[in-house]
């Protein structure tokens, strides 16, 4: 066989190793890109690194499961258990988290640019570093949140639930706090020009305009 058909056969067959090591079974559901996991118990499974973008996660539970550095980009994972999970590093652009369980997640760093968060539970969830430019996170609850140095640009968090939160040296500019309760907040050092603060409830708040 000529060496170029050798190298392409040796390719092919490194793709396909690198697709079936993608392709993991959990709790009887496959974990890859495009699955549909709806309604499954997969507390505590262990998923760094994999990639499932564009999948099908409703109302599962993933609670204390490690997805750190996962790619979960435009995946739905609307009302699932992400309770105590870490997703720190993992991206999550344009996921659909709406109703969502995440109290006490670790998502420092991760990427949730876009992602929508409506009415999702983060509270004591650590958010530190996190890009959630123009995400959704109206009427979410945030109490006790991490969200130290993260870029909230344009963010929608009318509503939101962030008494107690930790925003300092967070990037706020063009986000929408309207109706939100950020009473006993931490913003210092936190940009917030042409920020939205219309209503809301700014008791004992450190740095709030």
């Given at each position: 066989?000529?060496?170029?058909?050798?190298?392409?056969?040796?390719?092919?067959?490194?793709?396909?190793?690198?697709?079936?090591?993608?392709?993991?079974?959990?709790?009887?559901?496959?974990?890859?890109r495009?699955?549909?996991?709806?309604?499954?118990?997969?507390?505590?499974?262990?998923?760094?690194?994999?990639?499932?973008?564009?999948?099908?996660?409703?109302?599962?539970?993933?609670?204390?499961?490690?997805?750190?550095?996962?790619?979960?980009?435009?995946?739905?994972?609307?009302?699932?258990?992400?309770?105590?999970?870490?997703?720190?590093?993992?991206?999550l652009?344009?996921?659909?988290?709406?109703?969502?369980?995440?109290?006490?997640?670790?998502?420092?760093?991760?990427?949730?640019?876009?992602?929508?968060?409506?009415?999702?539970?983060?509270?004591?969830?650590?958010?530190?570093g996190?890009?959630?430019?123009?995400?959704?996170?109206?009427?979410?609850?945030?109490?006790?949140?991490?969200?130290?140095?993260?870029?909230?640009?344009?963010?929608?968090?009318?509503?939101?639930?962030?008494?107690?939160?930790?925003?300092?040296?967070?990037?706020?500019?063009?986000?929408?706090?309207?109706?939100?309760?950020?009473?006993?907040?931490?913003?210092?050092?936190?940009?917030?020009?042409?920020?939205?603060?219309?209503?809301?409830?700014?008791?004992?708040?450190?740095?709030?305009?």
């Amino acid at each position: 066989m000529p060496r170029i058909g050798i190298f392409i056969l040796l390719l092919a067959v490194l793709g396909s190793g690198i697709a079936q090591a993608q392709r993991i079974q959990v709790g009887g559901c496959e974990i890859r890109r495009g699955s549909l996991c709806t309604n499954k118990d997969l507390n505590g499974a262990q998923l760094p690194g994999v990639d499932i973008r564009n999948s099908q996660f409703t109302r599962t539970v993933l609670s204390e499961a490690n997805l750190s550095r996962a790619t979960l980009d435009e995946a739905n994972f609307s009302m699932a258990d992400l309770s105590g999970a870490d997703l720190s590093g993992a991206s999550l652009i344009r996921i659909n988290l709406r109703n969502a369980r995440l109290n006490g997640a670790n998502l420092a760093g991760a990427n949730l640019g876009n992602a929508i968060l409506q009415n999702a539970d983060l509270s004591s969830a650590d958010l530190t570093g996190a890009n959630l430019q123009e995400a959704d996170l109206s009427n979410a609850r945030l109490n006790g949140a991490r969200l130290d140095r993260a870029d909230l640009r344009r963010a929608n968090l009318r509503a939101a639930q962030l008494a107690d939160a930790r925003l300092r040296d967070a990037d706020l500019r063009g986000a929408n706090f309207s109706q939100a309760s950020l009473r006993k907040a931490d913003l210092t050092g936190a940009r917030h020009e042409r920020t939205l603060f219309n209503q809301a409830r700014i008791e004992g708040c450190i740095g709030c305009p």
